[in-house]
């Protein structure tokens, strides 16, 4: 068995689907026997997962969900980590710009060796110039990560969306067969008793022509 372990929250989380998903998921008959071969099994109040287990779950959910959404998290993950790099190596920057300006003017307010401190303060500013250059560049490039993610951030909400407006679509929809249904059931027993009321109309009809029949002739020219 293998011995890689993840917990079902963290599973969810990087799959960017919900605990309670995960959980319905392995109690599906399907997965029994990887419960019954150890590949899923409780630790305290939690459920942990083994990578056969997590294969399986994989495999067990839309092909086309699962690729997106792995896809979208690693591209996520990609850009917070250059993000954090990016900002760490302009914080470098920032230091030697720091103790580079420091310098310099430590050379400025010497008296001596006027002439090589000159030569000095002019290769600091111009490596100062090429760190200003260099800081220019970090500071577009993380606005261009920070852009990205957050276009990342808004294509996760607007997915999140779009399933929350086809759950209620189709709670809708189901309220909507239900009403149908109701009305068509009305319709039904408004029938029913609209042939009922007919059949017994017809039948006193019928009672009076045939009473009407049988009448002696005397009494129909006396119109009784």
Do not use: C, F, H
């Given at each position: 068995m293998k011995e890689n372990w993840i917990s079902i929250s963290t599973y969810?989380?990087?799959?960017?689907?919900?605990?309670?998903?995960?959980?319905?998921?392995i109690k599906r008959?399907?997965?029994k026997a990887l419960w019954d071969a150890g590949h899923i099994k409780k630790e305290g109040h939690g459920i942990s997962l083994d990578a056969d287990a997590v294969a399986a779950l994989d495999e067990g959910r839309p092909a086309k969900v699962v690729v997106e959404r792995?896809?979208?998290?690693?591209?996520?993950?990609?850009?917070?980590?250059?993000?954090e790099s990016l900002r760490q190596e302009l914080l470098e920057i920032y230091r030697e710009l720091s103790s580079l300006k420091d310098r310099q003017l430590q050379l400025t307010d010497q008296s001596r060796q006027i002439e090589d401190m000159t030569l000095q303060i002019s290769t600091l500013n111009s490596q100062v110039e090429t760190k200003e250059q260099e800081r220019t560049e970090l500071?577009?490039?993380?606005v261009t990560v920070e852009s990205h993610l957050e276009t990342a951030e808004q294509e996760k909400q607007t997915l999140s969306n779009q399933l929350s407006?086809?759950?209620?679509?189709?709670?809708?929809a189901?309220?909507?067969?239900?009403?149908?249904?109701?009305?068509?059931?009305?319709?039904?027993?408004?029938?029913?008793?609209?042939?009922?009321?007919?059949?017994?109309?017809?039948?006193?009809?019928?009672?009076?022509?045939d009473a009407e029949k049988n009448k002696p002739w005397w009494k129909k020219l006396l119109g009784k």
């Open positions: 969810a989380r990087t799959r960017m689907i919900s605990v309670q998903a995960v959980s319905q998921q008959p399907a997965y792995v896809q979208q998290t690693e591209e996520m993950d990609t850009l917070r980590q250059q993000n500071n577009d490039r993380l407006e086809a759950q209620s679509e189709a709670a809708a189901k309220e909507e067969r239900q009403k149908i249904s109701e009305e068509l059931q009305t319709a039904r027993e408004q029938a029913a008793g609209e042939q009922e009321r007919m059949s017994k109309e017809i039948e006193e009809l019928r009672i009076q022509l």
